[in-house]
C-alpha cells in the first residue's frame, strides 16, 4: 500500500522551530515535485512549499525565509524545516505530489503555534 506518513508536530511557542518528516513507503516518489499543505479548521487546504525531484524549490510568500524544504531521496523522506513560527502557522500539515492526488493524503500532523 502506498503511504506518504508525516510525523514532527508538536505544541511550540511563536518563535520556536520544528522539522517535519514525512516519509514514503515506496521509492516512486524520488522522480515526483513533492509538497507541504496545511490546512486550518474551516479553510481550504493550501501549499506552504514544493521541491522538484532536482532539488528546486519553492515556498509561498508567508514562509519564505523560515520554512526550508529538502529532501533525502535515500531515505524516502521529505522534510520541512519551520523557524521562528508564527501563531498564524497553527495548523495540520500535510504532505503529497505536487500536483496533490487524492490517493496520498494522509492524517498530516498537528502544529500548534502558542505560548
Known amino acids: 500500500q502506498v503511504q506518504l506518513v508525516e510525523s514532527g508536530g508538536g505544541l511550540v511557542q511563536p518563535g520556536g522551530s520544528l522539522r517535519l518528516s514525512c516519509t514514503a513507503s515506496?521509492?516512486?516518489?524520488?522522480?515526483?515535485?513533492m509538497a507541504w499543505y496545511r490546512q486550518t479548521p474551516g479553510k481550504q487546504r493550501e501549499l506552504v512549499a514544493s521541491?522538484?525531484?532536482?532539488?528546486?524549490?519553492t515556498y509561498i510568500n508567508s514562509v519564505k525565509g523560515r520554512f526550508t524544504i529538502s529532501r533525502d531521496n535515500a531515505k524516502d523522506t521529505v522534510y520541512l524545516q519551520m523557524n521562528n513560527l508564527r501563531r498564524e502557522d497553527t495548523a495540520v500539515y500535510y504532505c503529497?505530489?505536487?500536483?496533490?492526488?487524492?490517493?496520498?493524503w494522509g492524517q498530516g500532523t498537528q502544529v500548534t503555534v502558542s505560548s
Open positions: 503529497n505530489q505536487w500536483p496533490a492526488s487524492p490517493r496520498y
Open positions: 521541491i522538484s525531484a532536482a532539488g528546486s524549490t
Open positions: 515506496t521509492a516512486m516518489f524520488r522522480i515526483y515535485t
